[in-house]
């Protein structure tokens, strides 16, 4: 069985991460695509009323994605990528993971920082995603290596 790497990335950091994984790991690639694209002033975190802190506000917030896995029971391992928000992940992300079943599928997640750690995202996920397995994720910086990726993957049997 193969792995999907699966991923948001709204400036290309955690993208680039992603691809990594994936080559590391011989996983297929899903990017998860926004309806509405994060322009640098919906992205602006200084700015209160910028998109990105109203959806980060309402955490039940569930911005709209355009596309879909359609063959997700093809796998057994899913490494779900995104950029931290807010010491947490994006509500986009949760949008992602309502849409799914993940019965006999573990999610392992991994993230890119301006420097903060994974929090409560594991308890997050577990909380959302439905009948899923969630490892303890992981931060990595944005330009770590495919070695250290196959390193680290290798802790997670079947992956
Ligand atoms: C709205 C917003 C909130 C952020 N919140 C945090 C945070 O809480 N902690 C942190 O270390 N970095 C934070 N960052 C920085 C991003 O996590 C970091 O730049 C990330 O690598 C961007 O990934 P991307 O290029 O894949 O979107 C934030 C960035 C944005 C746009």
């Given at each position: 069985?193969?792995g999907?790497?699966?991923?948001?990335?709204?400036?290309?950091?955690?993208?680039?991460?992603?691809?990594?994984?994936?080559?590391?790991?011989?996983?297929?690639?899903?990017?998860?695509?926004?309806?509405?694209?994060?322009?640098?002033?919906?992205?602006?975190?200084?700015?209160?009323?910028?998109?990105?802190s109203?959806?980060?506000?309402?955490?039940?917030?569930?911005?709209?994605?355009?596309?879909?896995?359609?063959?997700?029971k093809?796998y057994?391992?899913?490494?779900?990528?995104?950029?931290?928000?807010?010491?947490?992940?994006?509500?986009?992300?949760?949008?992602?993971?309502?849409?799914?079943?993940?019965?006999?599928i573990?999610?392992?997640?991994?993230?890119?920082?301006?420097?903060?750690?994974?929090?409560?995202?594991?308890?997050?996920?577990?909380?959302?995603?439905?009948n899923?397995?969630?490892?303890?994720?992981?931060?990595?910086?944005?330009?770590?290596s495919?070695?250290?990726?196959?390193?680290?993957?290798?802790?997670?049997?079947?992956?």
């Amino acid at each position: 069985m193969k792995g999907l790497v699966a991923y948001f990335s709204a400036t290309g950091t955690t993208e680039k991460v992603a691809k990594n994984l994936a080559k590391a790991t011989n996983s297929d690639l899903f990017e998860i695509i926004p309806k509405q694209k994060y322009t640098d002033e919906d992205l602006d975190w200084t700015n209160q009323n910028s998109r990105s802190s109203i959806e980060m506000k309402n955490l039940s917030f569930r911005p709209e994605i355009v596309n879909k896995i359609d063959n997700l029971k093809d796998y057994n391992c899913l490494f779900l990528g995104f950029p931290i928000w807010w010491y947490r992940e994006p509500t986009i992300v949760d949008t992602f993971l309502e849409q799914y079943d993940f019965s006999n599928i573990k999610i392992i997640p991994f993230a890119t920082s301006g420097g903060s750690g994974m929090g409560s995202i594991k308890e997050n996920i577990l909380h959302i995603a439905k009948n899923a397995i969630v490892e303890d994720g992981k931060r990595f910086y944005s330009n770590v290596s495919v070695d250290e990726l196959k390193n680290w993957s290798k802790h997670f049997v079947n992956c």
